[in-house]
Structure formats: structure tokens, C-alpha cells
């Protein structure tokens, strides 16, 4: 059975940084892509990006592009999504997708979700 | 980007009733659309992938039809269990874009 399991609830200042992770299991993880999407409070779905973790190829959203960092620790079966300087903009529900095939395709797994909280 | 535009935002039906949920791309697709439910504090589950296209396990009373820049999911038997917000999402070029959602409510 293919599983996503994110990290916890975190709850950060601004200016903290921040990573947080999922774990694939269930399959192959360095064969598939694994991404990012953020949902904002009461909002939608916006996708951040996707890795590949063979070899580390990344392709982000340019609307996040330079904002946060995608990588992966394919000998650990774990993607990684980290800030160096939060913002009270970042509050948020993250979840970790698994692209079907490609890096452009749909999602058919996702993670549960880690909510993310900053505030002073 | 392409836009993606879901109507109506949101709608309220009863059980048994049929329910049509359309999505527009700001540009021709072709078949690369897919949906989403999302219920009430869960994650986003994939109900329906390449405009029609049910995935396993999906109840058969969803559906989806469309090509170009109209789709449209259409649930024939609401149930109780449909209480969701559901999204389109365009997989045709990068960046991946999603509609704004609609949310279904039980009379």
C-alpha cells in the first residue's frame, strides 16, 4: 500500500526557519516524483513543486520559486520542504503529493497534510 | 498560467438529487483534467483523472466529461457521505493549476 506520512504541527515565529518532511512507503520512491501543495486557511490548492528522487531534478511553481526549497533523501524515502525565514504568509496546510507518472500529472496520492503556524 | 474556473463555488442539494460542477481552462487542454474531493478537514483524494477517467475504488455514480476547455463532474445519486469541496486541476503544462473548489452541501 502506498503511504505519504508527513511530520507535525509546527508552530514558528517569523524569521524561524523551518523543514518538514514526508516519507514515502509502499513503492519505489527513487522511481516516482513527490511535490509540494499548499492550502492556505479556507482557500484552495496551489501546487509549490515536484523533485525526482534519483536525481534530484526540481521543478518548482515560479510564483514559489526562491521562496522555498524542495529536496529529497532518497536513501531514507523522504522529501523535504524548507524555509530559511518565515513569514506570517506561510501559515498553512502543506501536503505532500505523488505525481502519477510524470512531473506534469495528476496527484494520485497525497500525504495527510502538516499544518504550519506562524505567528509572534 | 492557465487558469482554471470552477462553477458554482458553492451548492446545496438533496440526498438522491443529481449534481453538475463545471470547470473552464483559459486554454485548450485537451483531455488532461482531473478531480478532487476534498472532505472536511481530510487531504485532497483523487476521484477522477484524464477528463473521464475513473480511478479504482471510486464510487460509479461520479463522472467526468469534457475536452478542450469545458469539463464537467457530475455526481447522479448525491449521498450523504458527497458532503466535499471538489477540484479541477489542469495537468496539461507546468505550472499545475487548480479551480477555486466547490463546495457541496446536503439539504
Known amino acids: 500500500e502506498v503511504q505519504l506520512v508527513q511530520s507535525g504541527v509546527e508552530v514558528k515565529e517569523p524569521g524561524e526557519s523551518l523543514k518538514i518532511s514526508c516519507k514515502g512507503s509502499g513503492y519505489s520512491f527513487a522511481s516516482y516524483w513527490i511535490g509540494w501543495v499548499r492550502q492556505m486557511p479556507g482557500k484552495g490548492l496551489e501546487w509549490m513543486g515536484v523533485i525526482f528522487p534519483a536525481d534530484s531534478d526540481t521543478r518548482y511553481n515560479p510564483s514559489f520559486q526562491g521562496l522555498v526549497t524542495i529536496s529529497v533523501d532518497k536513501s531514507i524515502s523522504t522529501a523535504y520542504l524548507q524555509w530559511s525565514s518565515l513569514k506570517a504568509s506561510d501559515s498553512a496546510m502543506y501536503y505532500c503529493?505523488?505525481?502519477?507518472?510524470?512531473?506534469?500529472?495528476?496527484?494520485?496520492?497525497w500525504g495527510q497534510g502538516t499544518l504550519v503556524t506562524v505567528s509572534s | 498560467d492557465i487558469q482554471m474556473t470552477q462553477s458554482p463555488s458553492s451548492l446545496s442539494a438533496s440526498i438522491g438529487d443529481g449534481v453538475t460542477i463545471k470547470c473552464r481552462a483559459s486554454q485548450s487542454i485537451g483531455n488532461s483534467l482531473n478531480w478532487y474531493q476534498q472532505r472536511p478537514g481530510k487531504a485532497p483524494n483523487l476521484l477522477i483523472y484524464?477528463?473521464?477517467s475513473l480511478r479504482g475504488g471510486v464510487p460509479s455514480r461520479f463522472s467526468g466529461s469534457g475536452s478542450g476547455t469545458d469539463f464537467t463532474l457530475t455526481i447522479s445519486s448525491l449521498q450523504p457521505e458527497d458532503l466535499a469541496t471538489y477540484y479541477c486541476?489542469?495537468?496539461?503544462?507546468?505550472?499545475?493549476?487548480f479551480g477555486g473548489g466547490t463546495k457541496v452541501e446536503i439539504k
Open positions: 484524464g477528463g473521464s
Open positions: 486541476q489542469q495537468s496539461y503544462t507546468s505550472p499545475l493549476t
Open positions: 503529493v505523488r505525481p502519477r507518472a510524470a512531473a506534469v500529472d495528476y496527484f494520485d496520492y
